[in-house]
């Protein structure tokens, strides 16, 4: 099973008035976390690719062993990391997207939706706690396509609202996992409680 690990690592920071990716927690950016997480995780994957703007966390991606492409036109929205990212992908059996402001994702939580997928190469893989659903997401080769035609700031829920008897949910136990640093009040507890490991 071949699986491609795509970052995106290019959003604007619209309500942190800075680059959120590049505030720390304890000794890391924030983008570090997933980097190591994913890097933790490389030989269950073909490829990782690291779609961002910020010349530092693609210099770092590359220090890491990843791939990346340089997003030029973040400011077009979300769709265009996706396309980016797919663009530079291989021939796979499947992308797992990441996002770089969710710093919790653990080792053993990527290895389970990718085990799921084994299992369900068809399926939209969906981590969820709670009937809520989050990232990462793991979509087959087959919504390529789809992938390739979304414009603006239209993310994949998206193709999964149109998909939904497609979709596999995986239910995790925490939604601690699910935390992404959005805002300076998000950005505030994650400081106080660090990431844990």
């Known amino acids: 099973m071949n699986v491609d690990a795509i970052i995106m690592a290019a959003g604007l920071s619209k309500r942190m008035n800075q680059n959120k990716l590049k505030m720390k927690i304890g000794d890391k950016h924030i983008y570090e976390y997933i980097f190591e997480a994913v890097k933790n995780c490389t030989g269950y994957f073909k490829d990782v690719i690291v ?26 929205g979300q769709s265009v990391s996706i396309r980016l990212g797919v663009q530079k992908a291989g021939l796979v059996d499947g992308f797992m997207f990441f996002v770089a402001d969710q710093p919790y994702i653990k080792e053993k939580t990527i290895k389970k939706l990718l085990k799921a997928f084994e299992e369900n190469p068809d399926k939209i893989i969906i981590p969820r706690f709670n009937q809520t659903n989050g ?63």
Do not use: H
Request: proline fraction near 2%.
């Open 135 to 197: 990232n990462p997401v793991i979509f087959p080769y087959a919504f390529r396509e789809q992938l390739m035609n979304l414009s603006g700031d239209a993310g994949g829920k998206s193709i999964i609202k149109k998909n939904l008897d497609g979709l596999l949910n995986v239910d995790l136990k925490s939604d601690y996992e699910f935390t992404d640093i959005d805002t300076m009040e998000d950005y505030d507890r994650a400081v106080k409680k660090k990431v844990k490991y």
């Open 51 to 76: 779609v961002a703007k910020d010349n530092d966390v693609l210099r770092k991606a590359s220090e890491a062993g990843f791939n990346y492409v340089k997003n030029e036109e973040s400011f077009l």
